[in-house]
Nanobody, 114 residues
Framework: VQLQASGGGLVQPGGSLRLSCAAS????????IGWCRQVLGEQRELVAG???????SYTNPVKGRFSISRDNAKNTVYLQMNSLKPEDTAVYYC?????????WGQGTQVTVSS
């Protein structure tokens, strides 16, 4: 039973990435899911969430640039990140809402740099 975040990489400022959060061993349908990010030495922060019914929410730093969605048929939640900025550089994690400690995983590194 786990969540696996993937899709990170190195991108130039202004570029885009799409992250995936794939569930294995359980069905995502029954859970609200959140994307968080963490810079080394700082606290992990929530950036986006999506309810079981598909209603999204975003924190101010990413509002208007990031889009969260879910595909229950693929048991996956996505985070489309556009107009990326250097300050978006972080390790990105997905988890249920509320979070489960055993679901944090290794995350996926996003680096925004020219």
């Amino acid at each position: 039973v786990q969540l696996q975040a993937s899709g990170g990489g190195l991108v130039q400022p202004g570029g885009s990435l799409r992250l995936s959060c794939a569930a294995s061993g359980f069905t995502l349908d029954y859970y609200a899911i959140g994307w968080c990010r963490q810079v080394l030495g700082e606290q992990r922060e929530l950036v986006a969430g999506i309810t079981k019914g598909g209603n999204p929410s975003y924190t101010n730093p990413v509002k208007g640039r990031f889009s969260i969605s879910r595909d229950n048929a693929k048991n996956t939640v996505y985070l489309q990140m556009n107009s990326l900025k250097p300050e978006d550089t972080a390790v990105y994690y997905c988890n249920t809402i509320p979070a489960r400690n055993d679901f944090w995983g290794q995350g996926t590194q996003v680096t925004v740099s020219s």
